[in-house]
């Protein structure tokens, strides 16, 4: 398993560049299966995850090709094979479920292995269910596996979840684009990625409106067509690399970014005395001088300040002047980050949901682990403004969702490389 070191105290100058939304491509992948014509994604980020999905889209016998670096898929669902998706897949990722409402709706069958459990929460699927159960699927829970079944086909409803769930909103969207009638859709997911979803599945035909607001109403069709997409800017990289100056100091330009993708995290930032400005290229963000100032923060959901940034920010956190209290209510557990931090000489106190954090001058290097996604990226972060070195081990949670961390901060100026081992 590869390391990442990172030796701290290099101010950042130079440019990013930012990617395609991992979790914009997890949702239009399998969108392909809505559709016997083929159906190509521009603009894909390079990423464990979207080999994953690849994977899961073939075991289905998709067709899903990587061109241009893996910056192009083309992806074909002309004959499918299989409508299971495995244990061993979902457990990895939890995304896989996204072939759940686009089976029913081309197959009128799926049988798709809960997630289980994973770090930073149990992360359920009761609202993908009586959402899909609504326009008439009938789904069973056997062995671990969710066993759904649509008879008579797909009918619109009138769904309201009780929580905004992302998944849930993708998967009830995906399956009404061909549900008979219409699907009206209340608190609805407002996130960028639903926004491009939709952009995607209207290319291909679909008739859908309301995206981005907390009601979506989809008027089925009979069939999908083959399209081209761009993915949309990563707002979740892209908030990630913006606390890099902040942390370190410097100036960097974020390249594809703007702050319409993150109005909430750009309020955030200027509050703690970050300079955040539009560029026609991007976003640049530079420390105006010395340690950020303490702020407090609440992850919501869009267009609220995203929980995939939340470690991100504790680690801002961790070397601002003043005390900040981070309130976490999107997930049970997200505060995994906060333990390692503290090897690094932070002063974090979790009590449940919140976590009071004690800024610090300086933080010191130190062997840490990732433990998922975002908290591994947290420790990166940290590790910029930390004396001395930090070593990352477990990096293949970072891989999935950030590509070559260490090549987007070596050439800003920041002194890191990782260590490939067996
Ligand atoms: C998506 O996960 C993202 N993943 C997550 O990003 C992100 O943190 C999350 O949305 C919230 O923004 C992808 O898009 C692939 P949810 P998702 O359904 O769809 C509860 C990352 O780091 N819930 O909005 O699974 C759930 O337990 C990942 O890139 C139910 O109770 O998120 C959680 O507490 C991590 N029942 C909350 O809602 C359900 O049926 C948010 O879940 C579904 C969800």
Same mark, same amino acid.
């Given at each position: 398993?590869? $390391?990442?070191?990172?030796?701290?105290?290099?101010?950042?100058?130079?440019?990013?560049?930012?990617?395609?939304?991992?979790?914009?491509?997890?949702?239009?992948?399998?969108?392909? @299966?809505?559709?016997?014509?083929?159906?190509? =994604?521009?603009?894909?980020?390079?990423?464990?995850?979207?080999?994953?999905?690849?994977?899961?889209?073939?075991?289905?016998?998709?067709?899903?090709?990587?061109?241009?670096?893996?910056?192009?898929? $083309?992806?074909?669902?002309?004959?499918?094979?299989?409508?299971?998706?495995?244990?061993?897949?979902?457990?990895?990722?939890?995304?896989? +479920?996204?072939?759940?409402?686009?089976?029913?709706?081309?197959?009128?069958?799926?049988?798709?292995?809960?997630?289980?459990?994973?770090?930073?929460?149990?992360?359920? &699927?009761?609202?993908?269910?009586?959402?899909?159960?609504?326009?008439?699927?009938?789904?069973?829970?056997?062995?671990?596996?969710?066993?759904?079944?649509?008879?008579?086909?797909?009918?619109?409803?009138?769904?309201?979840?009780? *929580?905004? $769930?992302?998944?849930?909103?993708? +998967?009830?969207?995906?399956?009404?684009?061909?549900?008979?009638?219409?699907?009206?859709?209340?608190?609805?997911?407002?996130?960028?990625?639903?926004?491009?979803?939709?952009?995607?599945?209207?290319? &291909?035909?679909?008739?859908?409106?309301?995206?981005?607001?907390?009601?979506?109403?989809?008027?089925?069709?009979?069939? @999908?067509?083959?399209?081209?997409?761009?993915?949309?800017?990563?707002?979740?990289?892209?908030?990630?690399?913006?606390?890099?100056?902040?942390?370190?100091?410097?100036?960097?330009?974020?390249?594809?970014?703007?702050?319409?993708?993150?109005?909430?995290?750009?309020?955030?930032?200027?509050?703690?005395?970050?300079?955040?400005?539009?560029?026609?290229?991007?976003?640049?963000?530079?420390?105006? +001088?010395?340690?950020?100032?303490?702020?407090?923060?609440?992850?919501?959901?869009?267009?609220?300040?995203?929980?995939?940034?939340?470690?991100?920010?504790?680690?801002?956190?961790?070397?601002?002047?003043?005390?900040?209290?981070?309130?976490?209510?999107? *997930?049970? +557990?997200?505060?995994?980050?906060?333990?390692? =931090?503290?090897?690094?000489?932070?002063?974090?106190?979790?009590?449940?949901?919140?976590?009071?954090?004690?800024?610090?001058?300086?933080?010191?290097?130190?062997?840490? &682990?990732?433990?998922? @996604?975002?908290?591994? %990226?947290?420790?990166?972060?940290?590790?910029?403004?930390?004396?001395?070195?930090?070593?990352?081990?477990?990096?293949?949670?970072?891989?999935?969702?950030?590509?070559? %961390?260490?090549?987007?901060?070596?050439?800003?100026?920041?002194?890191?490389?990782?260590?490939?081992?067996?």
């Amino acid at each position: 398993m590869d $390391s990442i070191i990172v030796t701290g105290g290099a101010e950042l100058r130079g440019q990013i560049p930012i990617a395609g939304a991992k979790n914009a491509c997890l949702a239009l992948m399998p969108a392909t @299966l809505l559709s016997e014509e083929p159906l190509t =994604l521009t603009n894909a980020p390079r990423l464990s995850d979207i080999k994953t999905m690849a994977q899961l889209l073939q075991s289905f016998g998709a067709e899903v090709a990587s061109l241009h670096d893996g910056q192009v898929l $083309s992806l074909s669902s002309h004959d499918l094979t299989g409508v299971t998706a495995d244990y061993d897949i979902v457990r990895k990722m939890r995304a896989s +479920n996204l072939v759940l409402g686009p089976l029913l709706a081309r197959e009128g069958r799926a049988v798709v292995s809960l997630p289980g459990g994973c770090a930073i929460g149990a992360r359920p &699927m009761d609202l993908h269910i009586s959402g899909l159960e609504a326009l008439g699927a009938e789904i069973e829970l056997r062995d671990g596996y969710l066993h759904a079944v649509a008879p008579r086909g797909l009918k619109g409803a009138v769904i309201e979840q009780r *929580f905004a $769930s992302v998944g849930a909103t993708e +998967n009830i969207v995906m399956a009404a684009a061909l549900a008979k009638g219409t699907t009206v859709l209340k608190n609805a997911a407002r996130e960028p990625e639903i926004v491009d979803l939709v952009k995607c599945l209207r290319a &291909m035909g679909a008739e859908i409106g309301g995206e981005g607001t907390s009601e979506i109403s989809v008027q089925g069709v009979d069939r @999908l067509r083959g399209a081209t997409h761009s993915v949309v800017t990563d707002r979740i990289e892209l908030g990630t690399y913006m606390i890099a100056p902040a942390i370190a100091g410097g100036e960097v330009e974020l390249l594809g970014g703007h702050i319409g993708l993150l109005p909430a995290f750009c309020e955030k930032l200027d509050e703690a005395g970050i300079h955040v400005s539009q560029t026609p290229a991007g976003l640049k963000v530079a420390r105006s +001088n010395g340690r950020a100032r303490a702020i407090n923060v609440r992850t919501e959901v869009f267009p609220g300040f995203p929980t995939d940034l939340q470690a991100q920010m504790m680690a801002l956190m961790c070397t601002a002047d003043g005390v900040s209290v981070l309130e976490e209510t999107i *997930f049970e +557990n997200r505060f995994m980050h906060a333990p390692e =931090l503290t090897r690094m000489g932070a002063q974090i106190e979790v009590h449940g949901g919140h976590a009071t954090v004690t800024g610090v001058e300086r933080l010191k290097g130190a062997p840490v &682990m990732a433990t998922d @996604l975002r908290a591994s %990226v947290s420790l990166i972060l940290a590790g910029l403004a930390a004396e001395g070195e930090t070593v990352v081990s477990r990096v293949y949670h970072l891989d999935r969702g950030y590509e070559r %961390v260490e090549g987007k901060l070596s050439a800003c100026g920041a002194r890191i490389e990782r260590i490939r081992t067996e």
